[in-house]
Nanobody
Framework: VQLQASGGGLVQPGDSLRLSCAAS????????LGWFRQPPGKEREFVGS????????SYADPVKGRFIISRDKFRSTAYLQMNSLEPEDTAVYFC????????????WGQGTLVTVSS
């Protein structure tokens, strides 16, 4: 499966932004679709994930209550709705997929840059 993330941009603190992750070349049934981010000069970190088949989500503590992951099975697209954005959310955001039987994410999309600045 191939993934392509999009939707990044420059926003102000407190704004909202929605990222998309389009999948192609295979089904995501049985997969987790994860969102990760890499802030400038820092390591990549987990943001959250969704179990594709049932829609169950999980989130990292820094984004709980602000970010929402959803998916459109028909369009094979996942979304990361980011609300109440903070400068600390500035990062390159990636989407990735792993089969439920695997512990590591094996398919990665290219990143999309989100900059939160006044």
């Amino acid at each position: 499966v191939q993934l392509q993330a999009s939707g990044g941009g420059l926003v102000q603190p407190g704004d909202s932004l929605r990222l998309s992750c389009a999948a192609s070349g295979g089904t995501l049934h049985g997969y987790f679709l994860g969102w990760f981010r890499q802030p400038p000069g820092k390591e990549r970190e987990f943001v959250g994930s969704i179990r594709w088949s049932v829609g169950m989500t999980s989130y990292a503590d820094p984004v709980k209550g602000r970010f929402i992951i959803s998916r459109d099975k028909f369009r094979s697209t996942a979304y990361l709705q980011m609300n109440s954005l903070e400068p600390e959310d500035t990062a390159v955001y990636f989407c990735a997929a792993r089969h439920h039987s695997q512990s590591s994410y094996t398919a990665w999309g290219q990143g999309t840059l989100v900059t939160v600045s006044s």
